[in-house]
């Protein structure tokens, strides 16, 4: 392990709320992003020598104020140069207390005058702290035009004078769809990180949830929020069991379900059965629905997948997505055999070419009817595709399955 690794991860769990609120006191994305990569570098020197601190928050709050200061001090063309290092001069050392402003940032980040994709692509950036590359990746373009998106979107927000808070509770619903979006996107990110030699990110899981329950207490009674707390709570209890002690990944039908965190799963369902009575559902609580149905059998065996495809051509109905198209087809490989999974798969290559969970779906259909050759070619694509290591792992022990 790179030495500089376990300070990376404190840094990056400590420094994201740490950024928003630093947003927050200068008004300025790439400035206060600037502080606190200098600030990373700074930590990288101080804390290997030190050891990390007993507080990395405040330290981390601390540190980035001096270099925003230092950095809008240095900058000769601002023209408002007092007034800002006073506002950051003002900003509490102590993170504590301060939990609403990613909340606050993410609504920022949401404003109806960008794109959504730029929402999504910004919040994830600055909330989340992931790099422009896994930007890419997850929104499947290149790395150049996401840089440009989000400087574009940075700007707006600048122009336009938007500000940083919550909306009142009248405009919310201007905004919720991206919001859930980027919850929902931090959350996957988290559960299975984009990169690294972890399957998972443990701590930006726990914080897209921290940011769904304050969204389930901001907006009550609102199904698709209730939808996707449930959501991300029923996918979270399976945490422990996803990888074995050699921290190896763990299939979801080969998992020990007696691992499985039964509060979690409990408070999810009863958050899915409070969307129901709350009003009409959408994406988040079928996908909750869906993910529901494993957490009711006691064995993979007795998972009623017919009625998981029933759920599925709803959702398909309501998104139009490739991808939901891709999960169903998984489901109707369980219910009805790989061989009308495949019937289905076929016409969305071109759509899912770029998408590593299509060309594993593909292989694993291939090798159940034992093609192993046809299963070969995709999983090398998937490979391809795939830079998280614990994944690669796996596809490399499923590709030895077949060629040897």
């Given at each position: 392990?790179?030495?500089?690794?376990?300070?990376?991860?404190?840094?990056?769990?400590?420094?994201?709320?740490?950024?928003?609120?630093?947003?927050?006191?200068?008004?300025?994305?790439?400035?206060?992003?600037?502080?606190?990569?200098?600030?990373?570098?700074?930590?990288?020197?101080?804390?290997?020598?030190?050891?990390?601190?007993?507080?990395?928050?405040?330290?981390?709050?601390?540190?980035?104020?001096?270099?925003?200061?230092?950095?809008?001090?240095?900058?000769?063309?601002?023209?408002?140069?007092?007034?800002?290092?006073?506002?950051?001069?003002?900003?509490?050392?102590?993170?504590?207390?301060?939990?609403?402003?990613?909340?606050?940032?993410?609504?920022?980040?949401?404003?109806?005058?960008?794109?959504?994709?730029?929402?999504?692509?910004?919040?994830?950036?600055?909330?989340?702290?992931?790099?422009?590359?896994?930007?890419?990746?997850?929104?499947?373009?290149?790395?150049?035009?996401?840089?440009?998106?989000?400087?574009?979107?940075?700007?707006?927000?600048?122009?336009?004078?938007?500000?940083?808070?919550v909306p009142a509770p009248d405009r919310l619903g201007?905004?919720?769809?991206?919001?859930?979006?980027?919850?929902?996107?931090?959350?996957?990110?988290?559960?299975?990180?984009?990169?690294?030699?972890r399957l998972a990110r443990e701590s930006l899981s726990?914080?897209?949830?921290?940011?769904?329950?304050?969204?389930?207490?901001?907006?009550?009674?609102?199904?698709?929020?209730?939808?996707?707390?449930?959501?991300?709570?029923?996918?979270?209890?399976?945490?422990?069991?996803?990888?074995?002690?050699?921290?190896?990944?763990?299939?979801?039908?080969?998992?020990?379900?007696?691992?499985?965190?039964?509060?979690?799963?409990?408070?999810?369902?009863?958050?899915?059965?409070?969307?129901?009575?709350?009003?009409?559902?959408?994406?988040?609580?079928?996908?909750?629905?869906?993910?529901?149905?494993?957490?009711?059998?006691?064995?993979?065996?007795?998972?009623?997948?017919?009625?998981?495809?029933?759920?599925?051509?709803?959702?398909?109905?309501?998104?139009?997505?490739?991808?939901?198209?891709?999960?169903?087809?998984?489901?109707?490989?369980?219910?009805?055999?790989?061989?009308?999974?495949?019937?289905?798969?076929?016409?969305?290559?071109?759509?899912?070419?770029?998408?590593?969970?299509?060309?594993?779906?593909?292989?694993?259909?291939?090798?159940?009817?034992?093609?192993?050759?046809?299963?070969?070619?995709?999983?090398?694509?998937?490979?391809?595709?795939?830079?998280?290591?614990?994944?690669?792992?796996?596809?490399?022990?499923?590709?030895?399955?077949?060629?040897?």
């Amino acid at each position: 392990m790179d030495e500089g690794q376990p300070i990376a991860e404190v840094f990056r769990r400590e420094s994201g709320q740490v950024l928003a609120t630093l947003i927050r006191f200068c008004g300025d994305f790439d400035l206060a992003e600037d502080a606190v990569q200098d600030t990373f570098l700074l930590a990288l020197e101080r804390w290997s020598r030190d050891g990390v601190p007993p507080n990395p928050g405040a330290w981390i709050t601390a540190a980035a104020k001096h270099r925003a200061i230092d950095r809008i001090r240095r900058e000769a063309r601002r023209v408002d140069k007092e007034a800002m290092v006073s506002r950051v001069q003002s900003m509490p050392d102590d993170p504590a207390g301060l939990e609403d402003d990613q909340l606050r940032l993410i609504f920022t980040c949401c404003h109806p005058a960008l794109a959504l994709d730029a929402r999504v692509a910004l919040t994830l950036r600055t909330v989340c702290g992931l790099a422009t590359r896994d930007l890419a990746r997850a929104f499947m373009t290149a790395e150049a035009t996401m840089a440009q998106r989000l400087v574009r979107a940075k700007r707006k927000i600048q122009v336009a004078g938007i500000a940083y808070r919550v909306p009142a509770p009248d405009r919310l619903g201007d905004r919720l769809a991206a919001v859930l979006a980027v919850v929902y996107l931090m959350f996957n990110e988290g559960h299975t990180a984009s990169a690294g030699d972890r399957l998972a990110r443990e701590s930006l899981s726990a914080e897209a949830m921290r940011v769904g329950d304050l969204l389930c207490r901001l907006m009550p009674g609102e199904p698709e929020v209730l939808g996707l707390q449930a959501l991300m709570l029923l996918n979270h209890s399976r945490r422990h069991a996803r990888v074995d002690s050699s921290g190896a990944m763990v299939l979801l039908a080969d998992q020990d379900r007696g691992q499985w965190d039964r509060a979690e799963i409990e408070r999810g369902l009863a958050l899915l059965r409070q969307g129901t009575r709350a009003g009409s559902v959408g994406q988040y609580w079928l996908q909750a629905a869906i993910v529901a149905e494993h957490a009711h059998p006691q064995t993979a065996e007795t998972t009623d997948w017919h009625r998981i495809c029933r759920l599925y051509d709803v959702l398909f109905g309501l998104t139009r997505s490739p991808v939901v198209q891709l999960n169903r087809a998984i489901a109707v490989s369980m219910a009805d055999g790989p061989a009308a999974a495949l019937r289905l798969l076929e016409p969305l290559a071109t759509h899912l070419d770029g998408y590593s969970y299509f060309h594993i779906a593909t292989a694993d259909m291939h090798r159940r009817l034992g093609a192993n050759t046809e299963a070969a070619q995709a999983y090398r694509r998937a490979l391809d595709l795939t830079t998280n290591d614990v994944q690669r792992a796996a596809l490399n022990a499923r590709l030895d399955e077949v060629t040897t």
